[in-house]
């Protein structure tokens, strides 16, 4: 792994430290990570929390950090599809809810993929 992305996976860890963080070397220098067990702030889903799955990739901070993964059975309390921005996928092997929220200017000196993570779940946890 490329020094930037090791600081990155430090950074959330860091930030998320009652979460469970895994990470695993893709041979190019960059990061395959989960972080199990977020917690999913707000009424709007059934599930509780969620893992958090995403390619940090050996470009890091030059590339976003693009798209995210959380768990296949994600469902709104209210019974309403997910809707834009999200689609049924699989993030390594695993059944999983794409989340398709891509940074259109990106700036490698303040986005970071800890922000990236905020803003993702953020969003996720705020939707009408």
Partial sequence: MTPEVQEAIKE??????????ESVDDGQGGAV??????????????QTQTWVGFHITH???Y??????????????????????????GTFQKTPAVQISRRTNKLDPTS??????LCKVL?????RP
Avoid: M
Wanted: glycine share 6%; charged share 20%.
């Fill in 111 to 116: 986005h970071t993929a800890l922000l990236k």
């Fill in 33 to 46: 990570v989960t972080v199990q067990n977020i917690p999913l702030e707000g009424a709007l889903y059934l």
């Fill in 59 to 61: 470009t890091y901070p």
């Fill in 63 to 88: 590339a976003d950090v693009y798209p995210h993964f959380v768990r296949h059975d994600l469902s709104r309390r209210d019974g309403k599809a997910l809707g834009e921005g999200t689609s049924i």
């Fill in 12 to 21: 959330i860890s860091e930030a998320y430290p009652d979460c469970h963080l």
């Fill in 122 to 126: 953020r969003w996720l946890t705020s």
